[in-house]
C-alpha cells in the first residue's frame, strides 16, 4: 500500500530567494554600479550569502562563499560586506521594503482596520553609534519602533533611538513615517485602530494620532495615582486591545534571525539596513506563498529557544473584528 508522508508540525523559515523572486521583488530597487567590473557571482548569489549571515549570526569573514574552478574563492567576503553597506547608506533597502509595502497592498493582504505598534530593545554589547544605557533593564543598545497591520506585516520603517528613550517620545516619529509610506502606496488608513500599551499613553500622543486620522486604542496609564483621574473615560476597546499580541508574534519571527539578536554593527545604519532587508524580504513573499507565522510558547520575548513557526492558512483571520458591535468573534 501507498504511504504518505506526516505532514510536518513546523515550516522552515525560508532564508533564501529563488532568481526569479530575487529579479522580481528586489533587484529593480537596487543601486548597481555604473561602470568598472561586473560581479563574479551574481547579485542574486550575494544577496543570498547577506541573509545568510543574517539568519546564522556568523561572522563576515566565515560566509560559505564558493569557489572558482582553481578552488579559491570566486568573491572575497569584504566585498559581500561592502556592497552590503552600499545599499543600506544609499536608501536601496527602504526602497525596497516601500515596494513590498505596495505589493502586500496590490494584492489584497494587509488588514489595515487593526494596527499595532509597540517597542523592542537590541542589546549592542561592543559598543557603537546612536546606542544609549538603560538603568531599567542594566543594558545598552537601541530601540526601535515597529508598526504592524493586523496580519503582522510591517508599515513603516523603524525609528531607532537609544535605548534609555521612552516609548512615548518615538510615537510620532513612527507615525510620521507610517504616514509617508501610505502616502507613497496609496494606503487608506482613515478610521482604523491603533493598539498600543500603556507606556505610549500621553495627551499630545492620542492627539497625533487623531491627526493622523486614527483611532487609539491605548489603555490608559494611571501613573501611580491611587485615585482616578477627573474628567470622561479615554476611548478604550478591551477585545480590540487582546489582538495587540500579534506585535509580539512579529518581534518572535526577527528574533529567529541571529545577527539582529544582538548588535553588533558599529554604524547605526548598517544594523537598520539588515532590519529593512530582513522586513521587505518577508513581504513579497507572504504575498506569492505560503506564510508563516511564529508562535510563542513561554514568557519573554527574547526567549527564541521556544520560538516555532506554523504554517498559515490562506486566510490569516484568526480574529474577525465585527464592525457593527465591536467585539471580536471566531
Known amino acids: 500500500m501507498p504511504t504518505t ?14 532568481v526569479s523572486e530575487f529579479t522580481a521583488f528586489i533587484l529593480p530597487h537596487l543601486s548597481m554600479p555604473k561602470r568598472g567590473p561586473k560581479c563574479k557571482l551574481g547579485y542574486h548569489r550575494v544577496f543570498n550569502l547577506i541573509l545568510w549571515v543574517l539568519y546564522t549570526g556568523m561572522q563576515w569573514k566565515c560566509l560559505p562563499v564558493p569557489k572558482d574552478i582553481h578552488s579559491k574563492p570566486a568573491i572575497h567576503y569584504t566585498t559581500v560586506y561592502k556592497v552590503f553597506a552600499k545599499w ?9 521594503f516601500i515596494a513590498s509595502v505596495r505589493h502586500l ?14 517597542g523592542t530593545n537590541t542589546v549592542a554589547k561592543k559598543g557603537g553609534d546612536g546606542i544609549g544605557y538603560s538603568g531599567h533593564k542594566h543594558q545598552k543598545g537601541e530601540k526601535v519602533i515597529a508598526i504592524i497591520d ?16 521612552a516609548d512615548t517620545v518615538l510615537l510620532p516619529e513612527g507615525l510620521k513615517a507610517l504616514k509617508r509610506v501610505a502616502r507613497l ?20 500622543n492620542r492627539k497625533a494620532i487623531f491627526n493622523a486620522g486614527l483611532i ?42 541571529k545577527r539582529l539578536l544582538l548588535r553588533f554593527e558599529y554604524h547605526q545604519r548598517r544594523h537598520y539596513g539588515m532590519k ?15 506564510a508563516c507565522r511564529p508562535m510563542r510558547r513561554g514568557s519573554g ?21 465585527s464592525m457593527s458591535g465591536d467585539t471580536p468573534y471566531h
Open 5 to 18: 508522508s506526516e505532514k510536518p508540525v513546523t515550516t522552515p523559515i525560508p532564508v533564501q530567494l529563488s
Open 88 to 96: 543600506s547608506d544609499d536608501g536601496s533597502l527602504e526602497d525596497a
Open 105 to 118: 497592498a496590490d494584492h489584497h493582504q494587509l488588514d489595515l482596520r487593526i494596527l499595532h505598534g509597540d
Open 150 to 165: 493586523n496580519h503582522g506585516s510591517v508599515l513603516a520603517p523603524l525609528p531607532v533611538a537609544p535605548v534609555n528613550e
Open 185 to 204: 502606496t496609496g494606503l487608506d488608513l482613515k478610521g482604523a485602530y491603533l493598539n498600543l500599551d500603556g507606556g505610549f499613553d500621553s495627551k499630545s
Open 216 to 257: 487609539p486604542n491605548i489603555k490608559e496609564n494611571p501613573r501611580n495615582r491611587k485615585t482616578p483621574k477627573c474628567g470622561r473615560k479615554r476611548l478604550f476597546n478591551k477585545a480590540i486591545h487582546a489582538l495587540r499580541e500579534r506585535v509580539e508574534r512579529t518581534f518572535a519571527w526577527e528574533d529567529k534571525f
Open 276 to 290: 529593512l532587508k530582513l522586513v521587505h524580504y518577508r513581504g513579497p513573499l507572504s504575498a506569492s506563498g505560503p
Open 301 to 321: 520575548r527574547r526567549n527564541s529557544a521556544h520560538t516555532r513557526l506554523v504554517p498559515q492558512p490562506p486566510n490569516p483571520h484568526v480574529w474577525r473584528l
